[in-house]
């Protein structure tokens, strides 16, 4: 085998923070400045948020992805009624219960293949309503991009959000990885449409080149009432907010996060581009952000993880998840990919 990548594949939590953002981290920490939110930093970074959307909207700081999604959930969800999600979302498969236990609310799985809803089944949740002996969906949150890579058209996503609308649901965006949806679509002018109909958004900065910390953007200031207490209850509130806020700055200043996105993804079609090629690994369409799930026999799958690390993602299917970031180099995919041949040719020595 050639010699390991530099970088894992397993996932772009894994990339390091971009260098613009730890220099905003080491400038923002000078002196003494309030805690809270009421710095200088902080402000700056939620006009920022205004300047992006090109409308009025109001920003929470968090500590991580989890509490943004519940923060931003328990702000538009009424009493005794359910968020609707994909079987795949995050907040329903990988955040150990926690939208269950802070909103003591039911989660109604819609199905999906790819993690996208379709306005069908959306409407299908009008059986829900009306019946004191369910519990009526009062949000629908969708994720983009999915757990499954795949990015929501604009179209389809407004669509989406329609049909939520109908049935009076607000309407919750998971955008752990918006910035590769952002990139996807086009910059900042499809990020606007995107988010045209959604109420709040949990914007992931994590994945894109921070250290750490998510912003809560309520695109529907209204929704906001009460959202700084519930970000107290959920003990998601940073005492010294300027350094996710410094953090915030910097990805936004130049759309530097959607750059970030965009590099993320050409790194994901180059490694399609350099297996597409290998049937066995049924790879289908080219990538439409940063993953790629392709299916490995058991052997072959365990000899890779071995020599660079990812994650299995649904082995009833043989599935497994190969994801780029922002700083995965030409050479670590060329190497990543040259690898994976290797280990398809050995694959019973």
């Known amino acids: 085998m050639p010699p390991a990548p530099a970088r894992w594949f397993a996932s772009d939590n894994a990339a390091g923070a971009h260098p613009a953002v730890l220099e905003a981290l080491v400038a923002s920490n000078t002196g003494h400045a309030l805690a809270y939110g009421q710095d200088d930093w902080t402000r700056r970074a939620n006009a920022a948020f205004c300047e992006l959307f090109d409308r009025d909207v109001e920003v929470l700081f968090t500590f991580g992805g989890t509490g943004a999604n519940v923060v931003a959930l328990s702000c538009i969800l009424p009493p005794a009624h359910a968020v609707a999600c994909s079987r795949w979302a995050h907040i329903a498969v990988d955040e150990a219960g926690a939208p269950e236990r802070f909103l003591g609310a039911k989660l109604v799985l819609l199905d999906s293949a790819d993690g996208t809803v379709s306005p069908d089944d959306v409407a299908g949740l009008s059986t829900l309503i009306g019946s004191q002996h369910h519990a009526p969906p009062g949000v629908l949150s969708l994720t983009q991009t999915t757990e499954m890579g795949a990015v929501w058209g604009v179209d389809a996503l407004r669509e989406t959000c329609s049909a939520a609308r109908a049935l009076g ?25 995107m988010v045209a109909d959604v109420d709040v958004l949990s914007f992931g900065g994590t994945k894109a080149g921070a250290v750490y910390g998510e912003a809560v953007v309520f695109l529907d200031p209204s929704r906001a009432r009460h959202a700084m207490n519930l970000r107290k209850q959920a003990t998601q509130l940073p005492s010294k907010m300027r350094y996710i806020a410094a953090q915030y700055e910097a990805l936004l200043a130049g759309d530097l996060f959607i750059e970030l996105g965009r590099r993320a993804n050409a790194s994901a079609t180059m490694l399609y581009g350099l297996l597409r090629d290998i049937d066995e690994l049924d790879l289908g369409l080219p990538p439409q952000a940063n993953s790629l799930f392709p299916r490995l026999p058991s052997t072959v799958k365990e000899r890779l993880q071995e020599w660079s690390f990812f994650w299995d993602w649904d082995p009833r299917d043989r599935r497994v998840r190969w994801m780029t970031a922002w700083d995965t180099s030409d050479d670590d995919v060329m ?15």
Do not use: M, P, Q
């Open 169 to 193: 649901l607000a309407v919750h965006l998971d955008g752990a990885r918006i910035a590769n949806a952002a990139a996807a679509l086009g910059g900042r002018d499809a990020l606007r449409a």
């Open 335 to 349: 190497r990543f990919a040259d690898g994976v041949r290797w280990a398809l040719e050995h694959a019973d020595n």
